[in-house]
């Protein structure tokens, strides 16, 4: 397969680049370390496969994807991720991808099993996202299934933290429409203050990390 690998880590995108050329034997056609790199190359060289990581230093990887389907439909593409949070499984399962590997806790082998799979029309998911899968579809009180996708948003920047006003400017809505959302999610996840919301949006992974300058 032509295979392009979005990584922002030198080293690890190096180990990626061999194991895909030495050792299955396929052709690595692009490399990119950010999410604008990878939007640029992608549609030029028309990869098989799109290995992708999630956490870039510009664009998150499933927000390239987003954008990499609206040009090109038929995309294969295999997730590479340390984070295995309830919130990245919820998001690699609405992205329809093929495979997810944990970069935690799998192996070249187990890469490579993943890449195989893919080519011959499988999928890959590796052991960790399986099990937190199933942990979250089980729990009747997962944010998913009790927030609506407003109330995600803002309980993402609740856990930055951001103040009503400075999320009501981000999403161009009134603080008091902040307020009224604010109070929604603290009745339905049962929290009493702020800091308890900010503290499950980090745990669950709706706040991620700010990106790398």
């Known amino acids: 397969m032509k295979i392009v690998i979005v990584e922002d880590e030198r080293l690890f995108r190096d180990v990626l680049r061999k194991a895909c050329i030495q050792d299955m ?9 950010t999410g604008r790199e990878a939007l640029e190359i992608i549609p030029i ?12 230093p510009d664009i998150d990887g499933l927000a390239v994807l ?11 593409t295999l997730i590479i ?18 495979g997810f590997v944990d970069k935690s806790t799998n192996t070249i082998a187990e890469l490579t099993e993943a890449i195989r799979l893919i080519a011959a029309g499988g999928t890959y998911h590796s052991d960790r996202f ?10 009747p ?21 951001l103040s009503d006003p400075e999320i009501a400017a981000k999403l161009n809505l009134s603080p008091e429409t902040i307020e009224k959302h604010r109070f929604n999610i603290m009745h339905k996840l049962g929290f009493r203050s702020r800091a308890e919301a900010a503290r499950y949006a980090r745990r ?5 990390p700010l990106p790398r300058s």
Do not use: M, W
């Open 130 to 139: 399986k099990t937190a899968k199933a942990i979250r579809t089980e729990n």
């Open 141 to 161: 009180r997962s944010f998913d299934k009790l927030l609506t996708a407003r109330e995600q948003t803002i309980l993402a920047y609740l856990g930055e933290p």
């Open 45 to 56: 060289v028309a990869p098989d496969l799109l290995i992708l990581d999630l956490n870039l």
């Open 66 to 76: 987003e954008e990499l389907r609206r040009k090109r439909a038929l995309l294969r």
């Open 204 to 208: 669950c992974g709706l706040t991620r």
């Open 81 to 98: 991720s340390s984070y295995c949070d309830e919130f990245t499984i919820y998001c690699v399962e609405r992205a329809n991808v093929q």
């Open 25 to 33: 034997g396929h052709t690595v056609v692009g490399e990119a370390g």
